[in-house]
């Protein structure tokens, strides 16, 4: 249980989190507060006041990955070596394609990573890692068969929150039970628009990632701090392409000290087809009220959890009812690190991201002056 926020401005950050993008007014009839209330604990959340401590939270956009010629792939790499971990936490903050890394303990010791590559590219990651392996900076690696699977996502959800006595009512018998169904949502786009891209469209949805609520005025301002030059009305109209063709919705990332309450985890397990269906139609029509990332491949499941610590175990023992190879590892959500997309990997002139060895291996690795 954390003493460090109040259960006021916990509730907040859940209610935001469930719309990352919501207006004052809207979080204010949310949490039952007052907009002037709401208006000055956001920006004390946000590190905006004077008075504030620290940013607990940022919201970044969900991107139509397809759309951008892009697609994730996961990757544990395995060591128990700590100087060998650090290392490869360098390898992650080199590479043009970084997404996300985490150390993990337990089941795979070591790091998770996702890449975020050019759509067609795993070769050249596998290449990369093949490399850290003869180098023996890894003891082995596992690119998972979750290559282009659409995740299904599901937040922290304020009904099952209370501020009070800092505990969670859900019930996960329950939540098994219920049916899933099929829900009618934004559906991912079915081809590649690279072509209605420009560098300073990349340059804008990274500055998103450093938070999207940010006044437009903050976010222009910024962008010129970093060479890039835009009006106010060129932004308004290329910030309505990106919403409209390459952002799926916005997330919020929150800060650890907010909920380190929760236990992450990370795991993969094997299932049938039937409970793997049944699991993603669940997970769509009635998400868990936890933050949670779900990828499913048949019947091969991948999936990050925040939960708190009295729901693991009883989340635990309801899957391993249906699945097998269950491997679970804790996630070091203090040493993680989530990386934007970098306009430097665009080429403008050719409307396509740069995917040669050279740029994705070679270039990586004599960054850090290692042989090829």
Aim: hydrophobic share 40%; glycine share 4%; charged share 25%.
């Amino acid at each position: 249980m954390t003493n460090r926020l109040s259960g006021k401005l916990l509730s907040l950050l859940i209610a935001l989190q469930e719309n990352p993008m919501a207006r004052i007014e809207q979080l204010a009839s949310r949490v039952n507060l007052s907009r002037t209330t709401v208006s000055r604990d956001l920006k004390w959340l946000s590190g905006e006041h004077s008075k504030s401590s620290r940013r607990f939270f940022r919201v970044g956009p969900e991107l139509y990955e397809y759309a951008l010629g892009l697609e994730t792939i996961d990757v544990f790499l395995e060591t128990s070596n700590f100087e060998s971990l650090a290392f490869l936490e360098k390898i992650c903050d080199a590479h043009p394609y970084t997404k996300y890394r985490a150390r993990c303990f337990g089941g795979h010791p070591g790091l998770f990573v996702q890449f975020r590559i050019p759509i067609g590219t795993t070769s050249h990651i596998e290449s990369l890692l093949k490399k850290l392996k003869t180098q023996k900076s890894i003891q082995n690696y596992s690119i998972l068969p979750t290559i282009g699977v659409d995740p299904i996502f599901s937040v922290t959800r304020l009904e099952h929150w209370n501020s009070d006595s800092f505990t969670w009512d859900f019930d996960w018998k329950k939540w098994a039970a219920t049916k899933g169904r099929n829900s009618s949502k934004k559906t991912q786009t079915l081809e590649p628009l690279t072509d209605l891209l420009e560098t300073r469209d990349i340059s804008i949805l990274n500055q998103l990632g450093f938070g999207a609520r940010r006044k437009q005025k903050l976010i222009i301002n910024a962008l010129k701090n970093e060479g890039v030059q835009i009006s106010s009305q060129d932004f308004s109209r290329h910030l309505a392409l990106l919403n409209e063709r390459f952002i799926r919705g916005y997330i919020l990332y929150l800060d650890t000290d907010a909920f380190d309450l929760y236990s992450n985890v990370i795991l993969t397990a094997n299932c049938d087809s039937e409970f793997a269906q049944e699991l993603e139609l669940r997970m769509k029509s009635s998400p868990i009220p936890f933050q949670s990332t779900l990828k499913v491949k048949g019947g091969f499941l991948l999936w990050f959890l925040r939960l708190p610590p009295s729901h693991l175990s009883t989340f635990l023992a309801y899957l391993q009812e249906h699945v097998t190879d269950l491997n679970l590892s804790i996630l070091d959500y203090l040493s993680s690190q989530v990386y934007g997309v970098w306009s430097g990997a665009f080429n403008e002139s050719k409307r396509l991201w740069i995917d040669t060895p050279k740029f994705m291996v070679h270039d990586v690795l004599k960054s850090l002056r290692i042989h090829k």
